[in-house]
């Protein structure tokens, strides 16, 4: 199959010194729903809007970093394996999301568990179609389709 | 698609509309779900709030999460399906909201949860299904066509060997025995084929 490298995003990070309200806030403005959480240069877990919730509103202080909820390590795979090895890492891992690292282990993005289930689901629509325009093009009269077949 | 009644995939978990913000996040914690019914007192569904609610609604903007009822950061009226549509209306309507999750109802009360993950898991197992099938449909007829082929070539021996033994001399006897190899040969090789 196809290399991930059409799912890849740009990383959103947040450090993990950031605080959960502030860390909310940034999915809110970014659309996500995760966010790798860096330390200096270095990314080293990706925390969830669940993961902020839970710990916000049961230790019913917002005011405490990302560093307390996110998931360590970080997983991530290579920029260069294909989507069934991504997605084999996301199942055994139990994650939706993936960081993605570049040939020197730097985080160059992070691809989604939706975002290829979308792509994929894309695809079955168009074959789909070109089933559904077989059988259409099966059920018109033989000599209909040779004359349409020499126009084309 | 499936035509039959829509099953609630999921147990839908409710709480009361006056429960806390943290009461229902602990509940979401210990149900291991990401998405209450909210109920009225009637026990109808007034509202729906998620994970993700709670963290844009009261994580990012933080509010007294003991005293604030979870009907204050709902979403609410709540569409719901009935429990007779089909899997493909469910998702019709998910797309036409823009929605992940949908409760079940029956005489206006939720008795399930039907979410884009349930169904995704659902088509994906169809689909999984559909592909063995048609793998193994192919690898059927790959078997036939190539049994088919045997047998003509088995037939086609068999006849040639037939007038030469009406002929029958020590040449044709000679030869018979070495054509018996080839074929048994043949039926080796489509055994071993028919066990892959």
């Known amino acids: 199959m196809h290399s991930i490298s059409q799912f890849i995003h740009d990383p959103r990070t947040v450090d993990e010194d950031t605080s959960l309200t502030e860390a909310a806030r940034c999915m809110e403005r970014w659309h996500v729903g995760a966010l790798v959480v860096t330390r200096g240069d270095e990314a080293v877990g990706m925390v969830t809007d669940r993961d902020l919730m839970l710990h916000g509103i049961l230790t019913a202080d917002c005011g405490v970093t990302v560093r307390e909820c996110m998931s360590v390590p970080l997983i991530a795979v290579s920029e260069t394996v294909s989507v069934h090895q991504a997605v084999e890492t996301m199942r055994i891992n139990g994650v939706r999301r993936l960081g993605v ?31 559904q325009k077989e059988f259409a093009a099966e059920k018109e009269p033989s000599s209909l389709r040779k004359t349409r077949l020499s126009q084309e | 698609m499936s035509k039959k009644k829509l099953e609630p995939l999921d147990e839908v978990i409710s709480v009361p509309h006056d429960a806390s913000i943290y009461e229902a996040a602990e509940r979401m914690k210990r149900e291991a779900v990401g998405c209450l019914v909210v109920e009225s007192d009637e026990h109808l569904p007034i509202g729906i709030v998620t994970d993700r609610d709670l963290t844009l609604r009261v994580v990012a903007w933080p509010v007294d999460v003991k005293a604030t009822p979870i009907s204050q950061v709902m979403s609410s009226p709540v569409e ?117």
């Open chain 1, 101 to 131: 690292r570049g040939a020197s282990g730097e985080l160059i993005g992070v691809v989604s568990a939706d975002e290829i289930w979308s792509e994929i689901g894309t695809a079955m629509g168009h074959l789909a179609k070109a089933i």
């Open chain 2, 80 to 196: 719901c399906v009935l429990e007779d549509e089909d899997r493909s209306g469910a998702l019709n309507r998910m797309c036409a909201l823009g929605v992940r999750r949908i409760p079940i109802t029956r005489d206006g009360r939720a008795i399930g949860l039907v979410s884009l993950d349930d169904l995704t898991e659902r088509l994906s197992a169809d689909m999984g299904s559909l592909s063995l099938g048609t793998a193994g449909k192919l690898a059927r007829a790959r078997r036939s066509e190539h049994r088919e082929e045997i047998a003509r070539e088995a037939e086609a021996l068999l006849k040639e060997l037939g007038s030469r033994l009406r002929r029958a001399n020590w040449y044709t006897r000679k030869h018979f025995l070495a054509e018996l190899d080839e074929v048994r040969e043949k039926v080796d090789k489509a055994l071993k084929g028919k066990a892959l």
